[in-house]
């Protein structure tokens, strides 16, 4: 960001955004009006409480329109006929039958394209096969259930060819060509980074640590599957789609079927989720819009769950050796890992690396990361994108660490607390971790029974650090000593397990570059009836953004929050945002929803003036109602817009630019307790308590249903959710809900959650960072650390299965 004299006379400047690691230059525009930052102590009566979501009873009463209920009239139902090899070439389609059945209105192929468009990074529909599942051709007919029959009645040959499927087949000498090139790995690729000097320093080191971790491939499984509608007005299209991007899918629409941007618009209403596999148009968008272009009618393409599982994205399984180097007083002098993660057919090219680098403080850090391309679907980004993998095996390396040296793993992160971000040399803007492990661990009773041990014998205090508890735990709290197997801490309701069952307790941390940034602009707008519209380009995943934008708006404002209506994924209708990923959404959206907000505060005041004969600046406005500082005279908002008649109040606000150089990062600290059953193998999550820091919190329920979402979903990443692939034939063997497990009712652990109190006024004027990554990140380690102080052994691949436990005290 420019600083304030270079950016006198200038209306546009450059600013850095980081992104899911990814730091990007944007160009961004300056606003016109810049907001002072609400700080800790900033008097606001909407912004920070805990208000139900607006749109709660539009959902619970099935109101809420998800693009899988949109009806348009004569609408046809696409659906793709697929690949059943991994690689290899279709050398003939017979779509006759298919076209003779009941209801069939086309059926398309790759030859039936007006011109060659790519979906997600490959051809659409075209000849070459890179992963099972590969869509070859498309249909559509008068109903679901006809398109489905249609889209198996079309008979397809392939002349199959030799694949790939893990990074060791893709890699091996004389590996098959995935993807047709000359070499399997990413271009690039290997990537090294390195500060200091990682051989030296381990050289020196008093203990070094060397271990090698796996993460399995894990899907995304919203609720909502993927889904378009399109329609075609002229050469003008429109489409509705379960998307955390409106306006990147315009863009790339656009662009593949050579359309003016302003001739597609693209439409999100609500949503069931995305975690990171909706970040692009895919192979249901163009298969609805070139169906409907062809048939001229409405059609809608929407993944059944099996395919939603199997071309729906994914996390890329990895595989980890991880090497810490450390003094014996427990500093890091040096870590270093070596990451192999097989993409799919195409991916992303975010890493388990960064975390490394990032959440310690240490001179001397190596990461080494090679991507290899497999004949599997394509890796799409999910949620902490490369930090999850990491965490699990830095975690649960320091964990090993901390026994190696006789610490406690909480007293070895103090030790290794980064002040700074170490990465990039450069300042946080701020950093609650420590106040994360701290109440925390007070939440827990992180230590107590260890030490109430150690104090009955008199020993167990010297050098340790008493820490003041004001949790529920009502006691005070030793950091220091590490916790020993199957102790139970003094706060646990199930203190007594069976004899058949361990318990045990873990922790972990994370570190997420979660600042927001431009270009996001929002229009606020007072009716004639004194409602209020805020409009956004952004889009409600189901996390609560409407709710949050409108008490960022009704605050500004001085609104009345069941005024206010907040419209938001519609390229026609609302101004530029960008998409819902990285934790970006409230840091981006939210301030240029505060500066519309108080444009259009400062127009009303001064329409406002006029009728009570001042002067606007001795005026306030809460509540819906303007009034005199003195409180003498007083006229609500729909006075003053009826008075005005057509006269319309707007507001225009945009995201402005990034500080420079200042690391912008959300913290968090998890603690859990776990229960094995040693002669089942079973993993019980019993509890787990969740520290985080993301600066102000505009709306701490939904803050916490977040946490809890993402608490959840690495729970399944730790103990259930693994795709399986068949070695002989690339296919996945478990594409359901029924053999593909995610964590159900049954599985809920007792959850207490919480975001330290505090304000970023340096990240932007709402003090706000991003929350929606960070929880999901020390769940993993923090259950495998739990479970390894249970067992005594630890289990080097997730997810941690009945059969990984027992094989783990079979040979440990």
Same mark, same amino acid.
């Given at each position: ?5 270079? *950016? ?35 008097? =606001? ?16 009463? /099935?109101?809420?329109? $998800? ?61 070459? !096969? ?24 079309? *008979? ?30 990413? *271009? ?101 819009? !070139? ?8 059609? %809608? ?31 890091? !002098? ?15 090219? /975010? ?5 490394? %680098? ?154 997420? /570059? ?90 009303? =005041? ?26 003498? %005279?007083?006229?609500? $908002? ?130 706000? *960072? ?43």
């Amino acid at each position: 960001m420019s600083g304030p004299n270079e *950016r006198q006379g200038r209306r546009f400047v450059s600013t850095v955004v980081e992104v899911e690691g990814r730091r990007e230059v944007k160009v961004v525009e300056l606003p016109a009006h810049d907001p002072a930052p609400w700080d800790a102590d900033a008097s =606001l009566s909407i912004v920070g409480q805990r208000v139900p979501r607006v749109d709660a009873r539009e959902k619970v009463t /099935g109101r809420a329109t $998800f693009t899988t209920d949109i009806q348009r009239p004569g609408m046809l139902h696409a659906a793709l006929v697929r690949a059943p090899i991994a690689r290899g070439t279709v050398t003939s389609i017979d779509a006759a039958a298919a076209l003779r059945l009941s209801g069939v209105a086309d059926v398309i192929t790759g030859a039936d394209l007006p011109r060659p468009i790519r979906a997600g990074g490959l051809p659409f529909l075209g000849a070459s !096969v890179t992963y099972p599942g590969q869509p070859v051709a498309a249909v559509c007919a008068e109903s679901r259930h006809q398109a489905i029959a249609a889209a198996r009645a079309v *008979r397809v040959t392939y002349e199959a060819a030799p694949f790939a499927i893990t990074f060791e087949d893709a890699t091996a000498p004389g590996a098959p060509s995935v993807r047709g090139g000359n070499a399997n790995t990413m *271009r690039g690729s290997p990537i090294v980074v390195e500060r200091g000097d990682v051989d030296a320093a381990l050289a020196t080191a008093d203990v070094i640590v060397r271990r090698e971790y796996r993460t399995p491939s894990q899907l995304h499984s919203p609720l909502e599957p993927h889904a378009a509608v399109a329609e075609w007005d002229g050469d003008r299209l429109t489409v509705w789609e379960s998307t955390q991007g409106v306006f990147r899918v315009r863009d790339e629409l656009a662009k593949e079927l050579a359309l003016p941007k302003s001739h597609v618009r693209v439409i999100k209403d609500y949503m069931g989720g995305g975690f990171g596999g909706k970040n692009n148009s895919g192979t249901y968008t163009f298969a609805a819009a !070139v169906l409907a272009r062809r048939t001229g009618r409405a059609v %809608r393409c929407v993944f059944e769950r099996d395919e939603e599982q199997m071309d729906g994205g994914h996390r890329a399984p990895s595989r980890q050796v991880v090497t810490l180097g450390a003094r014996r007083d427990g500093r890091l !002098v040096a870590i270093d890992v070596v990451a192999e993660v097989a993409l799919g057919a195409t991916g992303w090219e /975010g890493g388990p690396a960064a975390i490394f %680098r990032e959440l310690y403080s240490c001179p001397n850090v190596r990461t080494h990361e090679t991507f290899a391309y497999v004949n599997t679907q394509p890796m799409m980004s999910f949620r902490a994108p490369g930090h999850v993998e990491g965490a699990f095996a830095l975690e649960r390396t320091m964990d090993v660490l901390a026994r190696e040296l006789g610490l406690d793993p909480l007293a070895l992160r103090l030790v290794n607390f980064a002040e700074r971000d170490e990465s990039a040399d450069r300042p946080y803007s701020a950093n609650g971790l420590r106040r994360c492990y701290e109440e925390g661990a007070k939440r827990f009773g992180w230590g107590a029974a260890e030490n109430a041990d150690a104090d009955a014998e008199g020993n167990g205090t010297e050098g340790k650090e008493m820490v003041t508890s004001d949790g529920r735990g009502g006691a005070n709290v030793l950091l220091g000593g590490a916790p020993q197997p199957n102790h139970t801490p003094p706060h646990s309701p199930h203190r007594a397990p069976p004899h058949a069952r361990r318990r045990g307790v873990g922790m972990a941390a994370c570190v997420w /570059g979660a600042g927001g940034g431009p270009p996001a602009y929002a229009t606020v707008r007072l009716n004639n009836d004194a409602s209020v519209d805020v409009l956004s380009g952004t889009q409600d995943l189901g996390t609560g953004s409407r709710t949050v934008l409108a008490q960022v708006a009704a605050e500004s404002l001085g609104a009345r929050l069941d005024d206010v209506r907040v419209i938001l994924g519609d390229t026609e209708r609302t101004p530029y945002a960008g998409n819902s990923w990285g934790s970006m959404t409230t840091a981006s959206v939210g301030p240029a929803v505060r500066a519309a907000a108080e444009e259009a505060r400062q127009k009303l =005041l001064e329409a406002a003036s006029e009728m009570l004969e001042c002067h606007a600046d001795d005026l306030t406005a809460r509540d819906s109602t303007i009034t005199t500082r003195d409180g003498a %005279r007083r006229i609500a $908002f729909a006075d003053v817009t009826r008075k005005l008649g057509n006269v319309m109040i707007m507001g225009q606000g945009s995201r402005g630019p990034n500080p420079e150089n200042v690391g912008l990062m959300s913290f968090g600290a998890h603690f859990a307790e776990v229960e094995v059953d040693i002669e089942t193998g079973v993993v019980r999550l019993l509890r787990i308590v969740a520290a985080h820091d993301a600066g102000r919190i505009i709306n701490p329920m939904l803050a916490e249903s977040q946490l809890h979402g993402g608490i959840l979903q690495g729970m399944g990443f730790a103990l259930f959710e693994e795709r399986h692939l068949d070695p002989h034939s690339g296919r996945p063997v478990n594409p359901s809900f029924h053999d593909y497990k995610i964590p159900t009712i049954a599985d809920l652990p007792e959850i207490d959650a919480f975001c330290v109190e505090g304000s970023d006024t340096v990240a932007n004027h709402l003090g706000a *960072r991003g929350l929606a990554e960070p929880p999901i990140i020390p769940v993993a380690p923090a259950i495998a650390n739990a479970v390894a102080d249970a067992l005594g052994i630890e289990v080097r691949e997730l997810p941690l299965t009945p059969w990984r436990i027992l094989t783990a005290l079979r040979e440990g």
